[in-house]
């Protein structure tokens, strides 16, 4: 038998409390069952808000692995080596790299017994890392969809967008050049050198412009967008923050031009001039991937082989990552703390726990 450590809850609220590691046994697999091992998960914003209770979706808290409490296992996005199949398995075999093929999956954990039909079959891991497949449905995706599913972006057009730092803001830039459109990038303010750093680092992407929230909250802004633009409408905005910095990402749409809202890092409200609404057709509405992905669960998957083979090409590059690693030697003590620490950590930069 297999021992698998996952790292659950059984209760809401401030992550680092509420994390524990759960150490259980994985009988070998029979029938249509398989057992996976983790390569790597990230800590992405949606899976803190899950623990702290905060986000509409949410896996069910079970004993189903044998807790005594009902208890769920964190993360939802990660990529898994095949390590063992039951004899009636027809579309996994030992070595492949799967993700997991619904929300709610629990990826925070050294390996998990699944049924074939619980995971989506990487066609292959030619050419990939573990963090690319590990990070390519969430972030990436929204990218894809949002700069797709609303506007009909022709090449040379221009979109805007708030958070431009972010895995989704990365994303969205990269595709962006990929595709002959033209970006806006808004990120917020900070001191010498890390502004000349970022600016640099977005621009290696192939951001079009890259301007701080306060460049975008001051009214010379407007003429020097023009000028980038020729005058040029700005149809799309993408708002990952909330607050101020969302009203001005708004105010430099054209008419009828549409603001998604896919994130609200900054917990604050959304404002917009009612002039805006009246006599600019101004439309203001939200994103979330997880409604798309679970009502075309192929589609998303598709779009996540368009964006790997990407990878392979060289076109999209890795989202910048602090790795956290785990060992099949590690104690559960370790495991645990090595999460901690990424959770922690997770402020101020993206994590992967690596096993
Ligand atoms: P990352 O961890 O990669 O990036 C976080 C981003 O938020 C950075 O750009 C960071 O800016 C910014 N940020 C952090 N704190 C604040 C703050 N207080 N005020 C303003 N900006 C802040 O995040 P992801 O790309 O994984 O996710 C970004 C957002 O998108 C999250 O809200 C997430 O839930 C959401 N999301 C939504 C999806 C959907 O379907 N609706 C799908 C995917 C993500 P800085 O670099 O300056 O620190």
Same mark, same amino acid.
């Given at each position: 038998s297999t021992v698998s450590r996952a790292i659950i809850y059984s /209760?809401?609220?401030?992550?680092? /409390?509420?994390? %524990?590691?759960?150490?259980? %046994?994985?009988? +070998?697999p029979t029938g249509s069952q398989a057992i996976i091992r983790l390569l790597a998960a990230p800590i992405n914003p949606s899976d803190i808000n899950q623990i702290e209770g905060v986000y509409p979706s949410r896996?069910?808290?079970s004993t189903k692995i044998g807790t005594t409490q009902p208890s769920a296992v964190g993360g939802n996005e990660g990529v898994f080596e095949v390590v063992s199949v039951g004899n009636g398995v027809s579309s996994l075999k030992v070595g492949d790299w799967v993700l997991p093929g619904a929300l709610n999956f629990g990826t925070w954990r050294t390996h998990i017994s699944v049924d074939e039909s619980q995971v989506?079959?990487?066609r292959s891991s030619e050419g990939l890392t573990p963090l690319q497949a590990a990070t390519v449905s969430v972030n990436p995706t929204t990218a894809h969809q949002m700069l797709t599913e609303f506007v009909n972006l022709q090449k040379g057009d221009w979109f805007i967008q708030n958070g431009a730092t972010s895995g989704v803001g990365r994303a969205a830039?990269?595709?962006?050049? !990929?595709w002959g459109l033209n970006s806006i990038s808004v990120i917020r303010d900070r001191a010498e050198? *890390?502004? +000349?750093? !970022? %600016? *640099? *680092?977005?621009?290696?992407l192939g951001a079009t412009h890259v301007v701080t929230d306060s460049e975008l909250n001051d009214k010379s802004i407007k003429k020097q967008i023009d000028e980038w633009t020729g005058g040029a409408s700005i149809q799309l905005?993408?708002?990952?923050?909330?607050?101020k910095s969302a009203t001005n990402v708004a105010r430099q749409l054209g008419h009828s031009g549409q603001l998604i809202t896919y994130g609200g890092m900054s917990k604050q409200p959304l404002t917009f001039p009612t002039s805006l609404f009246i006599f600019k057709n101004f439309i203001? @509405?939200?994103?979330?991937?997880?409604?798309?992905? %679970?009502k075309n669960p192929q589609g998303k998957f598709a779009v996540v082989e368009k964006l790997l083979d990407?990878? @392979?090409a060289g076109e999209l590059t890795d989202v910048p990552v602090t790795k956290n690693t785990w060992r099949e030697s590690s104690s559960n003590s370790e495991i645990e703390e090595t999460f901690k620490t990424a959770i922690d950590n997770s402020k101020t930069g993206k994590q992967l726990i690596e096993l």
């Open positions: /209760e809401y609220g401030n992550p680092r /409390e509420c994390v %524990k590691v759960f150490e259980h %046994k994985l009988e +070998a896996p069910e808290l989506y079959k990487l830039i990269q595709l962006g050049r !990929i050198p *890390d502004l +000349a750093k !970022i %600016k *640099d *680092d977005l621009y290696s905005g993408f708002n990952c923050v909330g607050g203001s @509405r939200g994103y979330w991937l997880s409604e798309w992905s %679970k990407l990878y @392979r």
